[in-house]
């Protein structure tokens, strides 16, 4: 144990000689959100929360004149997702946080799952001396995704669930050093199973280098979808999160 401890630190040290934000490299954590959906189900006023961990794996691309990242966060858990099927093997590992509240508005018999999470997110920037501004691109999935019934004969209050896969397209400004990445990202969103239903996205991500070699980041989402033709209810959903890990450079 004193042989691995002294390993990782020696590691931690020699790091901070070549690791640097203003580069070109990748990030390997983890990341938390805590998410608020107003409202949960379709003509409801309910409103629920949910948790969602996943890793947080980004390859950046930084220089005084251009910012590019690619966000592969979800790209991990996909596999595993596949993996399963695959294997045929069921089990509770999915890309979805389970609501808190649910049981008190549509019964003691009901569990649903919440969503927040990119499949691909990708943002090209250009500037002057660390400032940038550019296009984004996310494609991913958002909302209320699946309500499951054990049974037991309580009745659903609502039709549907809000949330589906999404896209984004839109436009993206940021700031970088080497102990600071920060993006402002607003988005076009496009709901995938309703496409008269129409949305925006902005969206604040930034890390700090706690080292040269670790980082700690922060992001804040806010996403409403427009009411959509046949009734379809507007809905809206707030995130906040942490995330940490390693900042590798080439």
Known sequence: MKRIFSTTLLIL??????????DTGWTIGIQSGSNT????FRETNYKDKFNFT?????????????????DASSIPDLLIVLGMALA???GDFELTGKLKKIQDYAGSSYS??????????????????GTYAGVDFDLGSIGVTKVKNSGGGDVLVDKDPNGDAFI??????????????ALLRVDRLWLGRYQSQKGI?????????????????AYYKYRRFNEGDEGITKF???????KTGFWISR
């Open 168 to 181: 984004g397209v839109g436009g993206a400004a940021g700031i970088a050093n080497e102990r600071l990445r």
């Open 88 to 90: 045929k093997k069921e």
């Open 112 to 129: 649903g799952y919440g969503s927040d999470f990119s499949f691909i997110q990708t943002t090209w920037t250009w500037g002057v001396n």
């Open 37 to 40: 959906i107003n409202p949960s």
């Open 201 to 217: 996205a902005i969206i604040i991500d930034g890390d700090f280098a706690l080292t040269n070699f670790l980082y700690l980041g």
């Open 54 to 70: 996943h890793m947080d794996v980004r390859y950046l691309n930084a220089s005084k004149n251009s910012f590019k990242m690619v």
């Open 236 to 242: 809206s959903q707030n995130t906040f999160g942490l």
């Open 13 to 22: 040290l020699t790091s901070g000689a070549f690791c640097q934000f203003l």
